[in-house]
């Protein structure tokens, strides 16, 4: 083969090589998985981690998480007597870059990955429209207008589990399981009105929401748990999946 053919080669395929290798140190830093204070260096990565999250990496195709933009939500609640329905629509969740990380565990083996994060958040607010339904017995009553929710002093942990997986480019961890449940210190709503046929009764609603905010959070908590964990465990791929498991985890020691 001649010189200048083999140039060419060498150009056509250098790119084409090394095109899905993403410089994760760019955005998160790395800790060695087998180092004595791991868990040190992986609560400060995911400190400066969440500031570079809040806005999303393009690149890896992360959306930003602070704030966190949801298109719907929907819920329904039946007991005996009552039902209730409700859709909340372009749901924006700010606060999430102000989080404190506290702790961090991993547990790293060859056939198994889990990484266990103490976070706490000092304020969420959470706004978006909504349209409900609730019916108590022969009562029927709708609303919709706009909601605004803060949420104080949220403390939890977040729990991820994954397994390895080898392909063509190597091995990932595919996180196949994403926990947290938010224990909250404060919640304070507020809803507007624009349905004119139960407008009357918008403060009776926003009273009883505020008094038993504990026990609509309780209720609400199964239906968000089984979002953040599907959003959880997408948001994660896009990072382990893309990123090989020994360049995001190096096990240097
Ligand atoms: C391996 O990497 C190439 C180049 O980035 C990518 O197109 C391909 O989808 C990857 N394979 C898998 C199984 O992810
Ligand atoms: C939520 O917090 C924001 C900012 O502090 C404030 O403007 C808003 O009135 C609060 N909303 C409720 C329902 O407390
Ligand atoms: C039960 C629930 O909350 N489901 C929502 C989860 O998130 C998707 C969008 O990511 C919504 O479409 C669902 O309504």
């Given at each position: 083969?001649?010189?200048f053919l083999k140039n060419v080669l060498v150009l056509?395929?250098?790119p084409a090589c090394c095109h899905g290798l993403v410089d994760i140190e760019k955005y998160l830093k790395v800790c060695d998985r087998n180092s004595a204070d791991v868990n040190d260096c992986l609560t400060e990565a995911v400190q400066e981690g969440l500031t570079i999250l809040a806005k999303g990496i393009e690149e890896l195709d992360v959306p930003p998480i602070d704030p966190y933009h949801q298109k719907d939500l929907r819920i329904e609640y039946k007991n005996n007597?009552?039902?209730a329905k409700l859709i909340a629509k372009d749901i924006h969740v700010e606060g999430l870059k102000s989080s404190k990380v506290h702790d961090a565990r991993l547990r790293a083996d060859d056939d198994r990955f889990h990484l266990e994060v103490d976070l706490t958040t000092p304020r969420v607010n959470v706004r978006g429209q909504y349209i409900g339904e609730g019916r108590y017995n022969s009562l029927q009553i709708r609303a919709n207008g706009q909601?605004?929710?803060n949420m104080t002093d949220l403390v939890y942990t977040w729990k991820l589990d994954g397994i390895p997986e080898k392909n063509e480019n190597g091995t990932f961890i595919r996180i196949t399981e994403f926990y947290m449940r938010p224990d909250v210190g404060g919640m304070k709503s507020y809803l507007t009105n624009d349905?004119?046929?139960s407008r009357d009764?918008?403060?009776l609603g926003n009273r009883f929401t505020?008094?038993?905010w504990r026990l609509l959070y309780r209720e609400f908590l199964p239906y968000a748990q089984e979002n953040w964990s599907r959003i959880g465990i997408r948001v994660a791929n896009k990072i382990f999946?893309?990123?090989p498991y020994d360049v995001l985890f190096p096990s240097m020691s």
């Open positions: 083969m001649n010189i056509v395929f250098i007597q009552i039902l909601f605004t929710t349905n004119p046929d009764l918008t403060e505020n008094q038993n999946l893309k990123i």
